[in-house]
């Protein structure tokens, strides 16, 4: 796969959880919302780190780290059961 085409993917995937939460379909510390911030801003830092864009890389790599440490303390937090 090229590397517009898997920019495209990353983008997508993290603008699709800005749409979702802005249209409060989800909100910002659910785990769709982290997934879709965590996989698609990884994708782009990556490929900035190989393309030495290192401003992208920068954003992109703390927008990616930012979102995974979320994700990992909202799956880490004890979920109450709803009552019956």
Do not use: C, K
């Not at 698609?40 to 490929?47: D, E, H, I, R």
């Not at 790599?61 to 930012?66: F, P, Y």
């Amino acid at each position: 796969m090229n590397h517009d085409v898997l920019q495209i993917i990353g983008a997508l995937t993290v603008l699709a959880g800005y749409v979702a939460t802005q249209l409060r379909w989800t909100t910002p510390r659910s785990i769709g919302y982290l997934t879709a911030n965590t996989i698609g801003a990884g994708v782009l830092a990556w490929l900035a780190w190989t393309s030495r864009d290192w401003g992208f890389l920068l954003l992109e790599g703390v927008w990616s780290a930012v979102s995974a440490a979320s994700l990992i303390a909202v799956l880490r937090t004890p979920r109450t059961p709803d009552p019956a």
